[in-house]
């Protein structure tokens, strides 16, 4: 029973040790040091290399250090040779292959798709994106919060048009 407990405990501290991390990365990110914050998130990843918040806050944060440079162009031709993009990209490719649902991970890919110029493929993953959001049943402030998710999705197809 000990040890069973102690398992429990461990993983607890495991897991109040992983937010802590992970909001210290965001602080970071925020505060405009982007090497302490990818340096963070690579602490996770190495503990989880499977952890889709954290695959999508890495991406997240290298496409911010991208629009952080005062030397950065963010037209779609500078993006897609960017290396900071593309590893943004292959962090979100990770996340979709652990869970080709996740919310977050589909978003984050479309939008890295229409930032280096891809635009069938921002317009497929908005569009997987849209029929998912519309397929949840929407209560309280959840609810509130898909509806707003939805109407931005339909707001980028839109803007992207039709193929």
């Known amino acids: 029973m000990a040890t069973a407990l102690n398992r429990i405990l461990e993983r607890s501290v495991a897991f109040m040790d992983r937010v802590a991390i992970l909001e210290q990365a965001k602080l970071a990110a925020l505060s405009g040091v982007m090497d302490e914050a990818l340096k963070l998130v690579g602490i996770l990843l190495a503990n989880d290399p499977k952890d889709i918040e954290a695959l999508c806050f890495k991406g997240n944060t290298l496409e911010l250090a991208y629009f952080s440079d ?86 980028e197809l839109n803007e992207l048009g039709s193929p």
């Open 70 to 155: 005062p030397t950065t162009n963010t037209d779609s031709d500078e993006a897609q040779h960017d290396n900071r993009v593309l590893c943004a990209k292959d962090c979100y490719e990770e996340a979709l292959s652990l869970d080709s649902f996740n919310i977050k991970a589909l978003r984050d890919s479309a939008d890295n798709l229409k930032l280096i110029g891809n635009i069938v493929g921002a317009r497929a993953f908005y569009q997987k994106l849209a029929i998912i959001l519309k397929d949840q049943t929407p209560s309280g402030i959840s609810g509130i919060a898909i509806k707003e998710e939805l109407e931005e999705v339909l707001q």
